[in-house]
């Protein structure tokens, strides 16, 4: 079984003090750290940018894990590999407007690793023939947006697809979810196939960072 891994959401931090942040979740035992870059067009919320980015960069060591939801996400991408990203994932649904294929391997290119994401409403098989082609496959467990929603179990099914794929290759992709991860969702997770647990508001809402952090992965 892979090493699960935890990667906490900076969107759910305190961001007047986001550089303490950053630290207390590296300090705790977090894997990455999750960057989610909103535009205001693709979803509907605005987060933030590159410059952000940069900063969280400055204040760790550990990977950054960008997931672009955003429109024309390969316009974008050497800001974000420029501000430090080591991992950049985009989404499949032709509304991200951009050319898949050639957007994955311009982040490959560009030394990153590259992960493809799909919306809740998006089927599975709208990915699947690029799943060749990347590190990493995000499965979003709440529609993106907007933190703290509730865990959509239903999503479950492209975790295993993922997984069952997984099974037929040598080279193995990290399968991530996003959404609603908690102790008890993260374990539901782990048992459909998930390595990869981004939390946010499970992590920064918390008293303790490092329990909640032992406790998504099951230690």
């Not at 987060?47 to 940069?54: L, Q």
């Not at 950054?64 to 994932?89: K, Q, W």
């Not at 992960?115 to 599975?124: D, I, K, R, V, Y």
Request: glycine share 8%; hydrophobic share 40%; proline share 5%.
């Amino acid at each position: 079984m892979p090493k699960i891994l935890v990667a906490p959401s900076i969107l759910a931090a305190d961001f007047s003090n986001l550089a303490g942040e950053v630290r207390k979740v590296e300090s705790a035992g977090a894997d990455w750290v999750h960057c989610d870059i909103m535009d205001g067009h693709f979803v509907d919320n605005i987060s933030f940018g590159p410059m952000v980015v940069e900063v969280v960069r400055k204040q760790t060591k550990l990977p950054l894990d960008v997931h672009l939801m955003i429109e024309h996400a390969d316009h974008y991408v050497p800001r974000f590999v420029d501000a430090g990203a080591n991992s950049i994932t985009v989404h499949v649904e032709p509304e991200a407007r951009h050319d898949v294929a050639k957007t994955l391997q311009q982040i490959r290119d560009a030394g990153c690793r590259a992960g493809l994401t799909l919306n809740p409403a998006t089927s599975f098989d709208l990915l699947e023939p690029f799943l060749d082609k990347i590190d990493m496959l995000l499965v979003m467990t709440v529609h993106p947006g907007f933190g703290g929603q509730s865990f959509r179990a239903g999503q479950m099914e492209k975790v295993k697809r993922a997984a069952e794929w997984n099974k037929t290759r040598d080279r193995k992709i990290d399968i991530e979810v996003d959404g609603g991860i908690n102790p008890e969702t993260a374990r539901v997770s782990i048992q459909n196939g998930a390595n990869v647990l981004v939390a946010g508001t499970s992590i920064f809402r918390s008293r303790d960072y490092a329990k909640t952090i032992r406790d998504l992965r099951g230690d």
